[in-house]
């Protein structure tokens, strides 16, 4: 198992299963919630209205799933592995929202190549990476794993 930081892309030849990718952090701000509120059109009171969050489950307002699952793919590119090879993000296999995600909190991502199968057709291959989202105090927020097309070496 390797640890990589990247300079640049990583073409589909230089994946191997095991290697693991660390993303920088990134605070949840309260713009994000309501940006993404608008812009998804989900005004669900437990992210919008403080007074009935301080009586849900979570005490507090929480970020949407989704908005956290989209900050995870703008993370995952922040590595640089991606950066310029990346063809497709192909789809989730899988995904969990473990805990939430809070206003104020600040996630990072922890990526694992768990598979690797080469796609000569396409001038590369898929990569299946495991997705680990943690919060500032090393929890796991949410997790799964997505595939991605990934371009092969030039010739």
């Known amino acids: 198992m390797t ?15 095991g290697q693991k990718m660390f993303s920088p952090g990134r605070t949840i701000t309260e713009t994000d919630v309501v940006g993404f509120a608008g812009l998804s059109g989900d005004y669900n009171l437990i992210h919008t ?14 970020a949407h799933g989704l908005l956290g699952l989209s900050i995870a793919s703008g993370l995952a590119l922040r590595t640089g592995v991606l950066e310029g090879t990346v063809m497709a993000f192909r789809e989730i296999n ?25 796609m000569k057709r396409l ?12 919060n500032q105090s090393d929890e796991t927020t949410m ?12 010739e």
């Open 123 to 134: 001038g590369g291959g898929k990569v299946e990476l495991l997705f680990n989202v943690l």
């Open 49 to 62: 209205d403080a007074e009935y969050s301080k009586n849900s489950p979570f005490g507090a307002r929480v």
């Open 143 to 154: 997790k799964g794993v997505w595939s991605v097309l990934v371009m092969g070496k030039p």
């Open 94 to 118: 899988s995904w969990k929202f473990v805990k939430p995600i809070f206003i104020g909190d600040t996630i990072r991502v922890e990526m694992e190549i768990v598979e690797t199968k080469a």
């Open 3 to 17: 640890t990589m930081p990247a300079a640049r892309g990583m073409y589909f030849e230089e994946f191997e299963v």
